[in-house]
Every structure is written in C-alpha cells, then in structure tokens.
C-alpha cells in the first residue's frame, strides 16, 4: 500500500479506536451514530453483526466481496472471513493475498472494530472510485478475519 494511502487507513481506524475506548463490554454511544465516509463506526460489532455485515457486502457487491468460514468456534459459532479483491470470484496468477486476523484474546475489541471498518471502507472507497484502493483491490486479494475468538469477544460483553 502506498505511503499516503496507508496514512489515510490510519487515520480512519485511529478514529475507531479514539471513539470507543478498549473495553468490549462497553455500551453502545449514546451521541448517535457515528459514519465516516460510509464506514459504521457507532459501535462494536457483536458475532451476529459481522456476519450480517458480511453477508450484506458480499450480497451488495457481489464481484468484490466473498464471505467465507474457516471453521466453528469452541461454542459453535462461525469463525468469519471477508474476502475483498476486484475480481472476488478468480484470484489472478501471482496475485498477491493478505490476510488480517483481529480478536485473538475475547477482549481486544479495537483489533475486531478496526478490521470491520477497513472492510467496509475498501468496500466504499472502490465504489467511490478512491484511485489507492481501486488499485490496491485491483492488485491484491485480501482476507479479513474480525474475530478468531467470537467467543471470548461475547463472554467479554457481558
């Protein structure tokens, strides 16, 4: 990713972190819902709120996002992917992929909360037509993984 582009990320998960503290079990903001550039940034998304995310992304833009499992969670809940590249469906021949994975440990709620919204800005920003993630999401293949502990992260909320 280039220098600015990166920079651009940076600011925009900082601001998630900013907004809503370390703490998984905090309450929703009572200010409102916070929306940068299209990015939700109002909350912590729970189990079921990442696999609606993912599914209504992959629905809404079905040639740039895939969501997929890699498995269950201890407590049977799916451990979810988000798969984002200009051309989903067929990955090129040496195309670069990354992956993040976020929420190993239940607490580390920020880790989880900035991969959902780099989801959703990539998502955003290629449609907006943003010339660093068109060309990024036009060179790489990206995989997302908000929550390796979907457990941990629901036992913390509590």
Avoid: W
């Amino acid at each position: 990713m280039a220098p600015s582009a990166a920079a651009g990320l940076l600011a925009l998960l900082s601001l998630v972190a900013l907004t809503h503290g370390s703490s998984a079990s905090r309450k929703r903001p009572s200010v409102g819902a916070i929306n940068v550039d299209g990015v939700d940034l109002s909350h912590y998304y729970h189990h079921d709120e990442v696999a609606q995310l993912a599914e209504r992304l992959s629905s809404q833009h079905p040639s740039l996002v895939q969501g997929y499992s890699v498995g269950r969670s201890v407590q049977g809940r799916e451990l979810l992917v988000m798969k984002i590249s200009e051309n989903v469906a067929q990955r090129d021949l040496c195309e670069p992929m990354v992956k993040y994975v976020a929420n190993m440990h239940g607490d580390e709620a920020v880790g989880r909360a900035l991969v959902v919204a780099l989801a959703q800005h990539l998502v955003f920003a290629y449609n907006k037509g943003d010339p660093r993630v068109v060309r990024l999401l036009n060179t790489t293949e990206i995989h997302l993984m908000p929550s390796m502990n979907p457990d941990g992260f629901e036992m913390a909320r509590k």
